[in-house]
C-alpha cells in the first residue's frame, strides 16, 4: 500500500532553516508528481511547491520563492523541501502528497518562533 511519512520538522528560530524529508513507499516513485502542503492553524490547507516525477520541473507559492526549495533522490523513494529564511508565518503543519489520486501523509509540524 502507497505510504507516505514526513520528517524533520521542529522548532526553529526565524531566519533559521529546516529540512523536510518525505519517504515514499508502495508504488513506483519515479513515475509520480510529488507536492508539499502546509496547513497553518484556522487556514485552509495551501499548496507550497511541486515537483515532477523525473525532477525537470518545480512550482512554488510565491510567498516560498526563493527561500524553499523541492527536491527528490529516486533511488532513494524520497521528496525533500528545503526551507531557509523561516518566518513565523511559515509556521504550520506541513505535508507530503502524491498528487495522483491524493495519498496524504500524516503532517509534521514545523514551529517558527523565538
Known amino acids: 500500500q502507497v505510504q507516505l511519512v514526513e520528517s524533520g520538522g521542529g522548532l526553529v528560530q526565524p531566519g533559521g532553516s529546516l529540512r523536510l524529508s518525505c519517504a515514499a513507499s508502495?508504488?513506483?516513485?519515479?513515475?509520480?508528481?510529488m507536492s508539499w502542503y502546509r496547513q497553518a492553524p484556522g487556514k485552509e490547507r495551501e499548496l507550497v511547491a511541486r515537483?515532477?516525477?523525473?525532477?525537470?520541473?518545480?512550482n512554488y507559492v510565491d510567498s516560498v520563492k526563493g527561500r524553499f526549495t523541492i527536491s527528490r533522490d529516486n533511488a532513494k523513494n524520497t521528496v525533500y523541501l528545503q526551507m531557509n529564511s523561516l518566518k513565523p508565518e511559515d509556521t504550520a503543519v506541513y505535508y507530503c502528497?502524491?498528487?495522483?489520486?491524493?495519498?496524504w501523509g500524516q503532517g509534521i509540524q514545523v514551529t517558527v518562533s523565538s
Open positions: 502528497k502524491r498528487e495522483i489520486l491524493g495519498y
Open positions: 508502495g508504488f513506483t516513485f519515479s513515475s509520480y508528481a
Open positions: 515537483i515532477t516525477g523525473s525532477g525537470g520541473s518545480r
